[in-house]
């Protein structure tokens, strides 16, 4: 059974940091591109970042290019977002999801998998 857990999530002012895990298992992990998503109250879920299987390649959505780095860890199945700079309207729910082609995609439909989310706040 595949599964995906996300952590890290919580409460930051604005400027502060995060960083979100998210450990799969039932998965070939090496071999599934993963992304970041994420959803704001009253909003659709949007693309944030992704990363080959290999973790040679990576993308993100311009409003957080610079400021988030997705990164993974194939021995520890486990995919990160760092997060710094944070402002207020990075609030959402974030979600990692799984993509059995191996590339990643700014596309929530190219993904097979999805964790069931972790909320990140950015408030003083």
């Known amino acids: 059974q595949v599964q995906l857990v996300e952590s890290g999530g919580g409460l930051v002012q604005p400027g502060g940091s995060l960083r979100l895990s998210c450990e799969a298992s039932?998965?070939?992990?090496?071999?599934?591109?993963m992304g970041w998503f994420r959803q704001a109250p009253g909003k659709e879920r949007e693309f944030v970042a992704c990363?080959?299987?290999?973790?040679?390649?990576?993308y993100y959505t311009d409003s957080v290019r610079g400021r988030f780095t997705i990164s993974r860890d194939n021995a520890k199945n486990t995919v990160y977002l760092q997060m710094i700079s944070l402002k207020p309207e990075d609030t959402a729910v974030y979600y990692c999801?799984?993509?059995?082609?191996?590339?990643?995609?700014?596309?929530?439909?190219?993904?097979?998998?999805w964790g069931q989310g972790t909320q990140v706040t950015v408030s003083s």
């Open positions: 999801a799984a993509d059995v082609d191996g590339l990643g995609s700014v596309l929530a439909a190219q993904y097979d998998f």
């Open positions: 990363v080959s299987s290999s973790g040679r390649a990576s």
């Open positions: 039932g998965v070939t992990f090496s071999a599934y591109g």
